[in-house]
Structure formats: structure tokens, C-alpha cells
């Protein structure tokens, strides 16, 4: 597997507070509580630093039925882009994580979707991507936040 967070590019772009994908700009809030994962590093906001709140749509490209647009967090302050071949240890506490394969096409593969606990989630990833008909795979919260990309390594 190989498991990144979102472009470099685009969250320099967000962190300039350039438009998010409602053409607004991005909100910054003081983080609270322990539940704020930042979609670039991949890690938890600390409780009390700076997040910025937007609308991201993960996917490349023109805009299309499934490319579905939810709320994400960033940090404020720079991070690095996660980029590994495992999952972030506190994706084991995701309960549930809900996950999707899609096709190359960026289109959902229906047959792929699963919640699963958060403890599983590596071995159903890898699982999904052995059809060879799925892209990729998006790792979502219980609220269907969008929370990584992950593509065969
Ligand atoms: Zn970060």
C-alpha cells in the first residue's frame, strides 16, 4: 500500500487561503479536542493549536457525480505530507472507518464498500486492492469525512 495525504501543492494553495471547493475561504478555528486529524501530515491537531476548516473534494480533475465534496481539517502551521507504506497507528481507532474502492475512472466500485473497525482497515485495504478493476481506495470517518487516499505501493 501506499498511503498519502493530500497534495503538497493543494494545501499550500488552502494555507495561502485560496477558495476550498464551495469557492470559499478556508476557515481557521482553534482545534478542541483530541478528534482533529489534519489530511496533509495525516497526524492530530494538538487541542488548542490553529486548524484551518474547508470543503475538499478528493478527487483530480473535472468535477463529476461521485466526486463528492466534505468538510476537512488542515493544520495552520506547515507540516509534512504523510506518505508511507501503513497507516497512521491512530487510524487503528477509527470505529467505524468506512471504506470505498474506485475505479480508474473515479468512479465507485459498489462492490468494494465496507465499514469496518478501525483495527482492520489495513487488512481490508489491502484486501480491496487486489481487484485489479479498483484504483484506488478513500478512508472515510463514521461522519463520511474523507480521511486519506490510499494506492497500490
Ligand atoms: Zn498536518
Not at 479536542?33 to 484551518?52: F, Q, S
Not at 493544520?75 to 509534512?80: M, P, R, V, Y
Not at 478513500?138 to 461522519?143: A, G, N, P, T
Request: hydrophobic share 35%; glycine share 10%.
Amino acid at each position: 500500500m501506499r498511503v498519502q495525504g493530500i497534495s503538497t501543492i493543494e494545501y499550500e494553495r488552502l494555507r495561502r487561503g485560496e477558495c476550498d471547493a464551495h469557492g470559499q475561504t478556508p476557515l481557521s478555528r482553534k482545534a478542541e479536542g483530541g478528534a482533529n486529524p489534519c489530511r496533509h501530515c495525516l497526524g492530530l491537531i494538538e487541542d488548542g493549536d490553529t486548524k484551518l476548516v474547508l470543503a475538499y473534494r478528493p478527487f483530480e480533475g473535472t468535477p463529476h457525480p461521485y466526486a463528492e465534496i466534505g468538510p476537512i481539517f488542515l493544520h495552520q502551521a506547515q507540516c509534512a505530507r504523510y506518505d508511507s507504506p501503513a497507516l497512521p497507528r491512530w487510524f487503528a481507532f477509527l470505529e467505524p472507518a468506512i471504506i470505498r474502492g474506485y475505479g480508474a475512472d473515479d468512479w465507485i466500485r459498489y462492490e468494494t464498500g465496507q465499514v469496518v473497525p478501525g483495527r482492520e482497515l489495513g487488512a481490508a485495504c489491502e484486501s480491496i486492492l487486489t481487484d485489479a478493476s479498483v484504483a484506488y481506495v478513500h478512508v472515510r470517518s463514521k461522519f463520511g469525512c474523507f480521511q486519506c487516499r490510499i494506492d497500490r505501493a
